[in-house]
């Protein structure tokens, strides 16, 4: 019986959207996954680990692809650049997988996609490289750091060349590698709906595997499910999915019972919700953010957790609202970033970002913080945090602010878990890398408006 669906032919697809139209990878794949549900779990985590591994590691397999072929990948045609990346990726990192069938299905695809003229050219390239996979001469590290880190760990050479000045090689060397360390979903426990142990218990009876995290008591990684939607205590909204990080952002905050919490770029609602939990049912949260989808989805989460001290909003962060003016308590503003600290769970983003880009970004962050300053009460908080670990969009950003607006940076340090040991707590902020185990490299500042 032929299959009505080709794994690698849904592989292809997702790498072209994402390679060639911009599309990004976590989205692609999730939407991919939806659409064919019905895949039993083996065929969906063989979709999932050879997309994102080969975008993962495109710079290395490009350099191994170009050790053997005398036409260069960013010669090629997109369709057959992407048949070689994602059968290198198996045959590097997959020994699963037999060699042979990895160059006779890419030979396939590469005829269904119309390609048969191309079919000697697949097949010569790639039984080359399964014949001299081992004997492949890498950057030397010794000689060539910038090179090898950047080949070795398929980061963008601009990007490796930036850290290397921000950061010491080791320091560098740790983030690279932490970027592919794999770990399972995190979620936050809506603790005024249950507790941490009851949680616990309660997805274990359903099978999963639940590990406690060190920093914070009331969040867990969870693994050894099939769908989040699918799980019982998820539907009752007793958990919302939510990195360490992000919750780590509302630990800064102190925020009290009755406090007004304004988030202005909200979505998809994870730090919203947490503020709306946090106020036990008194005081309000409103949850903003630029579009009609992203407001859609934080209700659709809003409507899950059942809170009813919570609202949605769309509204342009850029844009002053004088309505809100010294209204909040703390304002939350976690700003679009060049996400550079996430690589590890949006590995396309890498590739997306450039120098041009970040400088443009930074504007943007001075121009929503200005904003955002006019919102905070005297004596009142704003938490500025982006999922990144470039200098210019975290401490710069917060230097260029305190000098600019009636605002001092206060210590974060009783706000934050005794496990993340962090030298500028005092200082009012704390510089998180991604290669510490269970945080995203992500910046945040705690910065008080004066009364």
Not at 21 to 39: C, P
Not at 102 to 122: D, I, R
Request: hydrophobic share 35%.
């Amino acid at each position: 019986m032929t299959k009505s669906v080709n794994e690698r032919e849904l592989i292809l697809g997702i790498l072209l959207e994402v390679t060639e139209r911009e599309a990004y990878s976590h989205l692609i794949i999730r939407n991919v996954l939806d659409k064919y549900q019905y895949l039993d779990k083996q065929e969906r985590a063989f979709i999932t680990r050879v997309s994102e591994g080969t975008i993962e590691n495109m710079i290395l397999l490009d350099y191994i692809i170009n050790s053997f072929s005398k036409v260069k990948t960013n010669k090629m045609k997109p369709v057959i650049r992407n048949i070689l990346r994602m059968s290198v990726y198996q045959l590097k990192f997959m020994d699963s997988v037999p060699d042979s069938a990895v160059c006779n299905e890419a030979v396939k695809l590469a005829v269904k996609k119309g390609f048969h003229s191309l079919k000697g050219f697949v097949n010569g390239v790639l039984r080359n490289i399964s014949r001299g996979l081992d004997e492949i001469e890498y950057p030397s590290e010794e000689k060539n750091r910038e090179e090898y880190l950047s080949v070795l760990y398929s980061m963008p050479r601009w990007i490796v060349d930036k850290w290397l000045e921000e950061y010491d090689y080791t320091q560098v060397k740790s983030m690279l590698e932490g970027f592919f360390e794999k770990n399972g979903t995190t979620i936050r426990c809506n603790m005024s709906k249950i507790s941490p142990e009851e949680l616990k218990a309660a997805l274990e009876k359903e099978n999963i595997t639940v590990a406690s995290s060190k920093i914070l008591n009331y969040a867990f990684e969870i693994s050894d499910y099939n769908r989040i939607n699918k799980i019982a205590a998820f539907e009752k909204g007793l958990f919302q999915v939510q990195d360490i990080s992000s919750m780590l952002v509302v630990e800064a905050a102190g925020i009290r019972e009755g406090n007004y919490v304004l988030d202005i770029c909200a979505a998809p609602g994870g730090k919203s919700l947490h503020a709306a939990d946090r106020l036990n049912g008194s005081g309000h949260v409103e949850a903003r953010d630029l579009t009609e989808n992203k407001i859609a989805l934080i209700k659709e989460n809003i409507d899950r957790s059942g809170f009813a001290n919570i609202t949605a909003k769309q509204f342009d962060a850029r844009i002053y609202d004088e309505t809100t003016k010294e209204k909040a308590d703390v304002v939350i503003a976690d700003l679009p970033c060049s996400g550079l600290g996430v690589i590890g769970k949006k590995t396309d983003i890498k590739y997306k970002m450039t120098p041009d880009k970040q400088k443009e970004l930074v504007k943007l962050q001075r121009e929503i913080l200005h904003t955002a300053a006019e919102y905070v009460k005297p004596g009142g908080v704003l938490i500025y945090s982006t999922c990144t670990i470039n200098k210019e969009e975290n401490i710069d950003n917060v230097n260029w602010f305190i000098e600019n607006h009636s605002f001092f940076a206060e210590s974060i340090e009783k706000y934050i878990s005794p496990a993340l040991k962090c030298d500028t707590a005092e200082d009012g902020y704390i510089q998180l890398l991604p290669d510490n185990g269970e945080t995203d490299g992500f910046f945040i500042a705690r910065l008080k408006k004066e009364k």
